[in-house]
């Protein structure tokens, strides 16, 4: 019973607070609200000026060459860093699996407590013919996640997009905190 009441917190901790993207027809979106192309980091004890600081941390230990990433900033106030991920995910296109790179743009606002994040450009494209992925649209206009009517097309690559995007969130809210999975060591 106690394992059942653990894993029933556990659960509900994670969806009552999930900051979390979700793809739509319009592109990345708040799961929460779905009007928002952001989501808010709730990191409670942690002034603006240390979440700032733990966040250019982040991106020192994250990235080969930090400061070629870094596009503008801030202090204590604002971060915006640029990423590239090759081989991102596979778009199943007539049966072919495609490679996706994708480019995006990490804009970060900082206040006491909380960290706003927004993707503020996101480019998805298959690198030998630089087709694009897009969110909506026709079939021949790219490779679409959902078709123009607003139906999903791709549940894949859906699911593809959002986990990588939630996992990158995750890992960010580990390191606000000062924590992070090279810690642990």
Do not use: C
């Not at 009552?16 to 979106?29: H, Y």
């Not at 979440?51 to 204590?76: F, R």
């Not at 804009?107 to 969110?135: A, C, G, Q, W």
């Amino acid at each position: 019973m106690r394992k059942l009441i653990s894993i029933l917190f556990v659960v509900l901790s994670l969806t009552t607070f999930a900051q979390k993207f979700t793809v739509t027809p319009n592109g990345l979106r708040d799961s929460e609200d779905e009007e928002k192309n952001y989501i808010v980091i709730e990191v409670d004890g942690l002034t603006a000026k240390q979440l700032y600081d733990n966040t250019l941390k982040y991106i020192t230990k994250s990235y080969k060459n930090p400061e070629e990433v870094l596009k503008g900033q801030i202090e204590g106030d604002y971060i915006k860093f640029d990423t590239y991920v090759p081989e991102m995910f596979y778009y199943s296109n007539s049966g072919a699996k495609m490679q996706i790179d994708t480019k995006y743009t990490t804009e970060l606002k900082f206040k006491d407590n909380k960290v706003r994040l927004e993707i503020e450009s996101l480019d998805m494209y298959h690198p030998n013919s630089n087709t694009k992925v897009l969110f909506s649209g026709g079939i021949f206009e790219g490779y679409v996640i959902y078709k123009k009517n607003g139906t999903l097309f791709k549940e894949e690559a859906k699911q593809d997009i959002e986990n990588y995007f939630n996992s990158v969130i995750e890992d960010l809210k580990l390191n606000l905190k000062g924590e992070s999975e090279e810690d642990n060591w």
